[in-house]
């Protein structure tokens, strides 16, 4: 991302601001894995927790993870991409 804006790599502006969300999507997304998991970790140590519901949880968060990853590679979205400025 560094080497596009400097100049030194040539990406089409839709691309790098799917990039852009891209990565920022990954970054909430895992620091949300990750707090979900220490959570998980610690408050089984006092409380029985269903296994049941950590596989649910998983789950549907890999299922939302896919939707993201498909909105913004497949259906092309960029969040304050130069396609946004075109909205009605």
């Excluded at 596009?4 to 852009?20: E, I, K, N, R």
């Excluded at 909105?71 to 946004?84: R, T």
């Amino acid at each position: 991302m560094r080497a596009a804006q400097g100049g030194a790599l040539t990406l089409p502006p839709d691309l790098f601001y799917q990039l852009m969300t891209l990565h920022g999507a990954g970054m909430v997304g895992a620091a949300g894995l990750a707090g979900f998991s220490v959570m998980w970790f610690f408050l089984n140590r006092y409380v029985e927790l269903s296994r049941a519901m950590f596989v649910a949880f998983l789950a549907v968060f890999l299922i939302g993870v896919v939707i993201i990853i498909w909105s913004i590679m497949i259906a092309g979205f960029g969040g304050l991409g130069p396609s946004c400025f075109r909205c009605p």
